[in-house]
């Protein structure tokens, strides 16, 4: 069998036999096909990429028709699934890491992880990803796993982190850097007792999700994803590593630049009143034009035969993972490459040319394809686009030492293909700032031979990039306007001088044990708090615990529902029967009856010699007055949830020690006490405002983008005007059609 191991300069007898080879492998029938081919079938869109090309095939008559199909294509594609997304569930736009760091900080996302959003992830990511469009597939994996975590509430956050862990190394085939890099990506804090679930889980959807490329014939057994054949015995040169340390650190300002980019298109459209309007009204207008333009220049036969635009990403990362030099003399003519090595020599462009279109083009176009409203991943298109660079570093490191470095007696070559692998960690460690993505590639390539220079590119490039930006999830966090707290700039020593007291809410609604169910009522009109906290008495001042919103408004619910007032009804009912009864029958009648009508609210008495017929509305009750009475009566709190293990902080303690204890336990807020008694609360917002060195920044408020349906249990009648109507927050009050936001 013909391996590929050539390295340094090519002789007229390996080009001869190399053109040999390639014509016998042309010949032969393909039993085994590339790597690639088997995450495509997981993604379930290879069907859709080979179509697409199938459409460009059989258009080769005619140029213009061939551009239409091959346009044509990815617009109806995106279309669908943009416009799918927004029908079923906008919040399926995304990533889902960004979300997820946010939900494991302990704020809940509402109407995320739901099985709308979960239905529109899966639908939508297959029409995006068979687009051609530059995005990846861990979008779904994660959400996937995160939707089943909410089925098990009791180890809700050991499950989220194993959802993570197996949605990013399930779909790379590298269980150990998937786990590796959820941690880095979610987690400020991580427990230990969660490090072996997320390695089990994501061994096993791994193992799985390689086993069925064999099943189906694509491998004939398990092996990485992107195989290389780098040379084991001498894969670099120690004088390579100045060459590996530059391109970390061109790496490093390239992720920084790739997150600037992306912020500022995102930033730049919401800034536009009038095409941020348009597009309000018309959510397929954006991506339909990203997509024609993203396409138009990807077109095979137009500027896309300049920098390799009919490959996909899967085709274009293992022909630039190739260990042969492509800017050897002499190669061009004498070498007939093989399947997809083909397009990266263009007639009119050399191989440099070519390498630098495809990095800077696959650059910008990859940020501006992450804003579009659709499910997609961004890893994988930040790994190729760093490959791509790497391989160009490689490749003029081979046009500058044709001979290979000499060292001593003997000649090593440079390997190009090498310079690809760190090139595409380096990369993508900047981007999502961090470390493990070095795991992640050598796990895809299957070969730990550049693992030395790899490392020494991720260190580098994410010391620049943490220096000038912050990562694509944390970049995405401040578009959307999460509530997430910012890390910790490095050397911030005011932290420790600024104490609890300074950034804490002094005014706290709270409620105590003998308040009335008016003061509960109005502590819910003017505050929308997730929970109050519940005192001894006003006096004292003592926390005794806190009580859910929903709670109390149940309390209310009861106090004022209809079945109390219908209650009232048979009790008036029956006193007037008393009395009429006892005006118009004699005390031996045992004939009369009573009946009740409790839906109409009305009784019937029946005697021997007249009916009376009495209709006792809820005018005739006066319910105003009846409710007011209501109102009036002292809370009983022994129905109801009360949780009395609070977190809570001293006033001295300082902003550190607070950020600290945040994050290790994921909480949205705390209270502050001093001897047991509630002087003041802190949440996310202030911490975030005191992070930022802003006290007087506005917080981010984050509306539901589709209406919350009312929860029928509590809902009263729409007919009747009650107190407990003006409790409800207003988006319990919206229509029950959603509302599709662009």
Not at 364 to 371: F, G, P, R, S, V
Not at 656 to 670: C, E, P, Q
Request: charged share 15%; aromatic share 12%; proline share 4%.
């Amino acid at each position: 069998t013909f391996h590929l191991y050539m390295y340094g300069r090519y002789t007229q007898e390996l080009g001869v036999y190399a053109k040999e080879e390639a014509t016998r492998l042309k010949e032969s029938e393909k039993k085994v096909s590339q790597p690639s081919r088997t995450l495509e079938h997981d993604d379930g869109c290879c069907a859709k990429c080979k179509r697409q090309k199938w459409i460009y095939g059989r258009l080769d008559s005619n140029g213009f028709l061939q551009y239409l199909g091959w346009v044509g294509y990815s617009v109806a594609l995106i279309m669908f699934s943009a416009g799918f997304t927004q029908i079923v569930s906008p919040q399926a736009a995304g990533s889902g890491i960004s979300e997820m760091k946010t939900i494991l900080r302990g704020v809940l996302l509402k109407e995320y992880l739901t099985f709308r959003t979960f239905v529109a992830k899966v639908i939508s990511l297959a029409f995006a990803l068979g687009s051609g469009m530059p995005l990846a597939a861990h979008s779904l994996n994660v959400f996937m796993y995160m939707y089943y975590c909410m089925l098990n509430e009791s180890r809700y956050r050991e499950m989220l982190a194993a959802a993570c862990a197996v949605g990013v190394g399930c779909v790379l085939a590298a269980p150990v850097g998937g786990v590796l890099f959820s941690i880095e990506v979610t987690f400020t804090f991580f427990a230990v007792r969660s490090y072996w679930r997320g390695f089990f889980s994501v061994t096993i959807a791994a193992f799985f999700f390689r086993v069925l490329a064999v099943w189906y014939k694509d491998e004939e057994t398990v092996t990485a994803l992107f195989r290389t054949h780098f040379q084991v015995d001498f894969p670099f040169d120690l004088k390579e590593i100045p060459a590996f340390a530059f391109l970390g650190i061109i790496s490093g300002f390239g992720g920084a630049l790739f997150v600037y980019l992306n912020r500022r298109i995102a930033q730049f459209i919401k800034k536009q009143k009038l095409f941020n309007t348009f597009l309000m009204k018309k959510c397929l207008v954006y991506p339909v034009m990203v997509t024609f333009l993203i396409s138009s220049l990807l077109f095979p036969s137009g500027f896309g035969q300049f920098m390799a635009g009919e490959l996909t990403q899967n085709e274009a990362l293992v022909t630039l993972l190739d260990n042969r030099t492509w800017t050897k003399d002499g190669i061009a003519e004498e070498f007939d490459y093989i399947g997809n090595a083909r397009v990266w020599m263009h007639p009119q462009v050399t191989v440099f040319g070519t390498l630098a279109l495809f990095t800077i083009m696959r650059f910008w176009m990859c940020a501006l394809a992450i804003t579009m409203p659709v499910p997609y991943g961004a890893f994988m298109p930040v790994l190729v686009i760093g490959a791509g660079l790497g391989r160009l570093v490689g490749e003029c490191m081979a046009f500058w030492f044709p001979d290979g470095i000499h060292t001593g007696h003997a000649i090593y070559p440079i390997v190009p293909g090498g310079y690809a692998v760190v090139g595409a960690a380096a990369l993508s460690g900047a981007v999502s700032h961090s470390f493990s993505t070095v795991v992640m590639v050598l796990e895809l390539t299957g070969q730990i031979s550049h693992l030395l220079p790899a490392l020494i590119a991720v260190v580098l490039a994410n010391l620049v990039a943490q220096s000038l930006q912050p990562s694509i999830y944390d970049s995405i966090i401040k578009i959307k306007k999460l509530p997430y707290l910012p890390e910790l700039g490095w050397g911030q020593h005011e932290v420790y001088n600024i104490r609890v007291e300074d950034i804490m809410v002094r005014d706290v609604q709270y409620i105590t044990l003998s308040c009335s169910y008016r003061d509960l009522l109005n502590i819910l009109m003017k505050s929308r708090l997730k929970a109050l906290p519940l005192l001894k008495s006003a006096e004292s001042m003592i926390l005794l615990g806190s009580i859910e919103r929903a709670q109390l408004q149940s309390l209310l619910s009861q106090q004022l529902s209809r079945a109390r007032r219908l209650q009232c009804i048979k009790e008036r009912g029956a006193e007037e029967k008393t009395i009429l009864s006892t005006e118009s029958n004699p005390p031996s009648n045992n004939n009369s009856s009573l009946q009740t009508g409790q839906e109409e609210g009305h009784i019937q008495v029946r005697g021997h010699w007249r009916t009376h017929a009495l209709r006792f509305t809820l005018v005739d009750l006066q319910i105003t007055d009846w409710e007011a009475r209501q109102l009036d009566e002292r809370v009983n709190f022994n129905n109801c949830k009360i949780n009395p293990a609070l977190i809570q902080l001293l006033e001295c303690t300082s902003l550190h020690k607070t950020y600290t204890i945040f994050s290790l336990l994921g909480l949205d807020h705390a209270y502050v006490t001093r001897i047991g008694r509630l002087i003041g609360v802190v949440s996310i917002k202030e911490l975030r405002k005191a992070i930022d060195g802003s006290m007087t920044l506005k917080g981010v408020k984050v509306a539901p983008p589709m209406a919350t349906f009312r929860n029928s249990s509590l809902s009263s009648s729409q007919n009747e005007t009650t107190y407990l109507q003006a409790v409800r927050p207003p988006e319990e009050h919206a229509n029950d059609a959603p509302k599709h936001v662009c």
